[in-house]
């Protein structure tokens, strides 16, 4: 069955560093998500990308975030300058987008998860 | 901004008991999807309803969307440790892409 993957699985960095978290969506897919959950806390939706390009952010998604797709496969979250607050575990899903039922029926990866020491 | 409420947060069974996961929306639900999350897992999708009265089952699991529209409820029958888990439900936000999601309800399953 077709999966989303991320790299890394866990990542440990100084605040103020930069990191980068890597997924590949399903490869017929159209639309692609980053969400994150703080520990104990709820999934929240961070962004959603489609056609090469930002359809939506949430108010967490300032401009210390960004996202891009370099290539056919890849779809990458970068968080310029760490800070202590973006400690949680961040997804990547992807979506058919089609508009037909189920179109948006998002698959999660497993996840990659952040500690800001 | 619509918000999902899931109640109860938390529930403890024993193996071979039903029990119920409620989620309720402060807007009308467009389409409400229910997913499962193992600690430090991903999410896991387990069914779509969008019409009010909808019913879908998959094993042992059954979801019901309420006529109003405005509500959820997850069902499961005589349970298994392997239903242990985080239940969330997530909710179509109008006409955009995304998906918002309840608090979730963590559910474990003693033998």
């Known amino acids: 069955e077709p999966e989303v993957t991320q790299t890394p699985s866990h990542q440990v960095t100084q605040m103020g560093q930069e990191v980068i978290l890597r997924c590949v969506p399903i490869s017929n897919h159209l639309y692609f998500y980053w969400y994150r959950q703080i520990l104990g806390q709820k999934v929240e939706f961070l962004v959603s990308f489609y056609n090469n390009e930002i359809s939506e952010k949430s108010e967490i998604f300032d401009d210390q975030f960004s996202v891009e797709r370099p290539d056919g496969s890849n779809f990458t979250l970068k968080i310029r300058s760490t800070k202590l607050e973006d400690s949680a575990m961040y997804f990547c899903a992807s979506s058919e987008g089609t508009g037909g039922v189920g179109a948006n029926v998002l698959t999660f990866g497993a996840g990659s998860r952040l500690t800001v020491l | 901004s619509q918000e999902l409420e899931q109640s109860p947060q938390s529930l403890i069974v024993q193996e071979g008991k039903n029990l119920t996961i409620n989620c309720t929306s402060s807007?009308?639900?467009?389409?409400l999807y229910w997913y499962k999350q193992k600690y430090g897992e991903g999410l896991i999708f387990l069914m779509m309803?969008?019409?009010?009265?909808e019913e879908k089952s998959h094993e042992k699991i059954t979801a019901k969307l309420d006529e109003k529209k405005q509500q959820s409820s997850l069902h499961i029958t005589a349970s298994q440790p392997s239903h242990a888990g985080i239940y969330l439900c997530g909710a179509d936000v109008g006409w955009t892409d995304k998906l918002i999601f309840g608090t979730g309800t963590r559910l474990q399953v003693f033998p």
């Open positions: 309803l969008q019409k009010g009265g």
């Open positions: 807007k009308t639900l467009y389409g």
